[in-house]
């Protein structure tokens, strides 16, 4: 698990074919390695990935045909820029969301417009993901945890602050641009049990139904 907190910015130091799919080797510019272990989950634009090898300076992770047809780590080049995040600890502060690290699909960089010392960024959602994408709620892009500021259909927008801007890969967007998207944990999960909930069933001796939710305000 992840926060969607950025630690430091890598660059892609090799990318090799290795018996099908592909072995990523990422220089780890400023994170702090000295805590990682062999076998260890690094969040990569938002992709968990395992360190199979790691010095202070780098790790390398092999990346299946699964991730690589998901996710945008298919169009990286050598000297590719990529937001980097160890997995937390049970004392990391939990200063974004709760994030898996498993890219749901790929978004498209409609437009970056200035508003005083921030941009705002209009990202169009797969049709898929866009029921999950709320007003006020999260989402990661890229593995940054971000708010979302609006929302038009499969259209959504975001407010990307200074610091968020030079502390990530945000600052080398441009319009067009594939970036991985995760939606928040909570509305896949609430979903799947709406889905499954009859509210005629309590054998299994639960009190919660479609009803008591709309009464709480979860629901209309």
């Not at 992770?61 to 160890?86: F, H, Y």
């Not at 299994?204 to 709309?214: C, F, I, P, R």
């Amino acid at each position: 698990m992840f926060t969607g907190i950025i630690e430091a910015v890598g660059k892609i130091r090799s990318i090799k074919p290795v018996g099908g799919d592909m072995r990523l080797s990422i220089a780890t510019g400023d994170l702090d390695m000295a805590d990682v272990q062999l076998g260890d989950s690094i969040a990569v634009n938002g992709v968990c990935l395992t360190a199979i090898e790691f010095d202070a300076q780098s790790f390398s992770a092999d990346v299946s045909n699964e991730t690589l047809s998901l996710t945008s780590l298919k169009l990286l080049k050598t000297g590719s820029a990529v937001n980097l995040e160890k997995a937390l600890t049970p004392t990391t502060r939990l200063g974004g969301h709760l994030v898996s690290g498993h890219v749901d699909g790929l978004g498209e960089l409609l437009e970056m417009t200035g508003d005083a010392r921030s941009i705002q960024l209009r990202i169009r959602a797969p049709q898929n993901l866009k029921r999950y994408i709320a007003v006020k709620g999260s989402i990661c892009v890229d593995g940054v945890s971000l708010t979302v500021n609006a929302v038009d259909d499969d259209v959504f927008t975001l407010n990307i602050v200074p610091h968020t801007q030079q502390r990530t890969v945000i600052q080398y967007y441009s319009v067009g641009q594939a970036v991985n998207l995760e939606v928040d944990l909570i509305a896949r999960y609430l979903e799947r049990l709406l889905l499954n909930l009859d509210d005629n069933d309590h054998t299994n001796g639960s009190t919660l139904s479609k009803e008591l939710l709309a009464r709480a305000g979860f629901m209309k």
